[in-house]
């Protein structure tokens, strides 16, 4: 008989728990409201999947070839939140972090377990989510849109609306935090929900 694994961050009896920071978040809000609160949630779980871990646990790799990592995860998102938020809708002259066009995946590359490194990656993470959060808070509407002409962010090319740039967020963060589920669980077995 194939053993059942329930997942033990944040569960009780494989319920979830009330310590989650997660639960008991806004609830039948408009559209804005919803899709806001489900980008931080998102975000919430990146911190979860990270926390209790030392730098060289945050920097292991995958599995060869990949240089996947909890560290390179949270470096790469901050690129995408820097990417979006700032270079895309505010139109800000906002170089990579952790990368460049000669070293395009700086931001997984990068990633070693050195505590001034993952110290400086949170810190680049927290500095993009906020002005993420203060931009789209002040946002007149979720119909504001920015030009995407070389299609970097999913727009086929043309104007994207601040609507479909907190879609695409959540769907990048929901793909990645799939993969942090993996990272940890092969660095100490936690099972996350």
Not at 65 to 91: D, I, N, Q, W
Not at 155 to 165: A, H, I, Q, T
Request: proline residues 5%.
């Amino acid at each position: 008989m194939a053993r059942t694994r329930r997942a033990d961050m944040f569960t009780v009896d494989g319920r979830p728990s009330a310590d989650d920071p997660r639960e008991n978040r806004a609830r039948l809000g408009d559209e804005r409201t919803t899709l806001t609160e489900s980008l931080r949630c998102q975000r919430l779980t990146l911190e979860l999947k990270c926390a209790g871990l030392d730098a060289e646990a945050l920097a292991r790799r995958a599995v060869e070839p990949s240089t996947m990592s909890l560290l390179g995860l949270v470096r790469h998102l901050a690129e995408v939140e820097r990417a979006t938020f700032r270079r895309l809708l505010a139109g800000q002259d906002a170089p990579r972090l952790f990368g460049s066009e000669a070293e395009p995946d700086g931001d997984f590359d990068g990633a070693v377990g050195d505590p001034e490194v993952v110290a400086q990656a949170w810190a680049a993470w927290r500095a993009e989510v906020e002005f993420a959060t203060r931009f789209v808070a002040e946002a007149p509407s979720l119909d504001s849109t920015a030009d995407d002409p070389a299609n970097q962010h999913g727009s086929g090319g043309g104007p994207m609306s601040l609507r479909e740039v907190l879609v695409g967020t959540i769907e990048e963060y929901a793909r990645h935090l799939g993969h942090a589920d993996l990272l940890r669980e092969r660095i100490d077995g936690r099972l996350g929900q």
